[in-house]
């Protein structure tokens, strides 16, 4: 497993086969896909990008940077792979001076994020092309070692 920087046009196959799979390709296509401080971080194994998660700043309710369409295909869900990108991408949140980042997350993930230390916060609510999700934050505190987390993102 390898989890490395990949650019945004990248992310969109894995966006559209696991969260958008009925809608056209161009709605996994994010106004902030492109910007200078947005990032976009894949895990591959043998070339393949089974997994992938988008990042942006985007301040709410205190939290700095906003996780987007975190994907894993099916055939590997359940494996980790979620897990690992979001610790990878917490020491690299770190780096950037991010103390806490929040998501919107599906109503079938919410226990995902919680097992990843997130917490919910307010009411359900219903996003169009996506369905119902919750507002989710997490303080960050990274716990992979950093010589362990520069050989992997670099």
């Not at 390709?25 to 089974?50: K, P, Q």
């Not at 998660?53 to 906003?66: L, P, V």
Request: include cysteine; aromatic fraction near 14%.
């Amino acid at each position: 497993m390898e989890i490395r920087h990949i650019l945004a046009q990248e992310t969109y196959p894995l966006r559209h086969a696991v969260l958008r799979q009925n809608l056209p390709i161009e709605t996994c296509y994010f106004e902030n896909d492109f910007a200078v401080t947005s990032f976009h971080l894949g895990i591959f194994v043998d070339d393949e990008l089974l997994a992938c998660a988008s990042f942006e700043a985007s301040e709410w309710n205190g939290h700095q940077y906003r996780l987007r369409s975190l994907a894993v295909l099916e055939k590997v869900q359940g494996k980790g792979y979620g897990a690992a990108l979001i610790e990878a991408s917490e020491c690299y949140l770190m780096r950037l001076g991010v103390t806490s980042y929040w998501c919107n997350a599906r109503q079938h993930a919410i226990r995902f994020y919680e097992r990843a230390g997130f917490h919910t916060v307010g009411d359900y609510f219903h996003t169009e092309n996506v369905g119902i999700q919750q507002k989710m934050y997490k303080s960050l505190v990274c716990t992979i070692a950093y010589d362990v987390f520069e050989q992997s993102i670099s």
